[in-house]
T-cell receptor
Framework: AQSVTQLGSHVSVSEGALVLLRCNYSSSVPPYLFWYVQYPNQGLQLLLKYTSAATLVKGINGFEAEFKKSETSFHLTKPSAHMSDAAEYFCAVTRPTNAGKSTFGDGTTLTVKP | DTEVTQTPKHLVMGMTNKKSLKCEQHMGHRAMYWYKQKAKKPPELMFVYSYEKLSINESVPSRFSPECPNSSLLNLHLHALQPEDSALYLC??????????????FGEGSRLTVL
């Protein structure tokens, strides 16, 4: 079984401030972990993924995430928020033995204030 | 630009209509997916095709009928829908087999409104 919990359905930051979106996972086997971003009226786009290589993963648009097995976490960060980062963010988990079935978190809406 | 193309982008239909959503990808992926997404919710898996065969049906009502004519195309046939079926329908594709991480490539979605 696998599950994902995103802490905080809404996060609001000022432009230029640190972005931190939290994701905790549960998996009976070592997981693959993903962050997707969804802009209004669009599909989901991959930001970054963890697939058991480096624990610090860098993605597009200046985002990065660190896999911490001891904390079962995969939090998403960006040092300096930009107005264009305002979107919905989803954390997702799959298992290597069943990679076709992703489990998504409930999502976090990021608002960036000028 | 997305490499998964969905048509139409918007569809309005009555409860007695028959319509279809279409999805196309040219990335050589052999798994294709239909997801349903309600506003401010995560995508919900509906169907998975692997090598053009239906491999997962998440207990979706029969008024939704998927079809995978070939490795690049995925259709979702709609008939006798209910207003609660109004949602964004997302198509996705991925690799299969060893080395597949489950990374999904999504289209931009088809916004369906059932009157």
């Amino acid at each position: 079984a696998q599950s994902v919990t995103q802490l905080g359905s809404h996060v609001s930051v000022s432009e230029g401030a640190l972005v931190l979106l939290r994701c905790n996972y549960s998996s009976s086997v070592p997981p693959y972990l993903f962050w997707y971003v969804q802009y209004p009226n669009q599909g989901l786009q991959l930001l970054l993924k963890y697939t058991s290589a480096a624990t610090l993963v860098k993605g597009i648009n200046g985002f990065e995430a660190e896999f911490k097995k001891s904390e079962t976490s995969f939090h998403l960060t960006k040092p300096s928020a930009h107005m264009s980062d305002a979107a919905e963010y989803f954390c997702a988990v799959t298992r290597p033995t069943n990679a076709g079935k992703s489990t998504f978190g409930d999502g976090t809406t990021l608002t960036v204030k000028p | 630009d997305t490499e998964v193309t969905q048509t139409p982008k918007h569809l309005v239909m009555g409860m007695t209509n028959k319509k279809s959503l279409k999805c196309e990808q040219h990335m050589g992926h052999r798994a294709m997916y239909w997801y349903k997404q309600k506003a401010k919710k995560p995508p919900e898996l509906m169907f998975v095709y692997s090598y053009e065969k239906l491999s997962i049906n998440e207990s979706v009502p029969s008024r939704f009928s998927p079809e995978c004519p070939n490795s690049s195309l995925l259709n979702l046939h709609l008939h006798a829908l209910q207003p609660e079926d109004s949602a964004l329908y997302l198509c996705a594709s991925s690799q299969v087999g060893q080395g597949n991480t489950g990374e999904l490539f999504f289209g931009e979605g088809s916004r369906l409104t059932v009157l």
